[in-house]
């Protein structure tokens, strides 16, 4: 009776630690879910919270509306250097998993595709002192985005359809009234 009584304890306790055990993993990942969802949004608010990127990304932008850039492009390669050096660091940190990737593309994908057509592409890299075999992640990711359908063209769509309805309907109450 002794022995039996001792074997369903036994038993117990074996379910209850293999239940803490599973509950526990459960909230371990969830907690490591929660740090990447943070970590990419503090990456990505570096663009215009970090001092120097953002001053980097005002000078580009103030040069690009005066012409400055066009002229004198070598002028702003330590700018350029500074943003790619940024969205390379963004790029690898996504490819290796370290931010999600989807939570990036949302807060950074103009940013990137302005830049890496800006520096890389259509700005001839050695006008502005740069080597753009250093930027192979960035121009993968650059290249990955651009080549993926938005995947919000369907709530577009039917946010258009609900804006027309809604227009509609004010129409009829509006005539009514």
């Known amino acids: 009776m002794a022995e039996s009584i001792t074997a369903g304890a036994t038993v ?17 990942q969830q907690a490591r879910d929660e740090s990447r969802k943070w970590k990419t949004l503090e990456v990505c608010q570096a663009y215009e919270q970090n001092p120097c990127i953002e001053g980097s990304a005002r000078r580009v932008y103030e040069s690009c509306q005066s012409g400055e850039l066009a002229k004198n492009p070598k002028t702003f390669g330590r700018d350029a250097i500074t943003l790619l050096n940024y969205l390379d660091g963004v790029a690898i940190g996504v490819s290796q998993g370290l931010y999600i990737e989807n ?12 830049n890496v057509k800006r520096f890389l592409l259509d700005g001839k890299p050695e006008l502005f002192g740069i080597d753009d075999r250093d930027y192979q992640f960035l121009l993968a990711m650059h290249s990955q985005w651009n080549a993926q359908k938005p995947y919000y063209s369907s709530a577009a769509s039917s946010m258009d359809s609900l804006s027309r309805k809604a227009g509609r309907l004010y129409a009829t109450l509006t005539a009514r009234g």
Request: charged share 20%.
């Open 12 to 28: 117990v306790l074996a379910l209850l630690t293999l239940f803490i055990v599973y509950f526990g993993r459960k909230q371990l």
């Open 103 to 114: 939570l990036a593309k949302d807060h950074l994908k103009e940013i990137v595709s302005a």
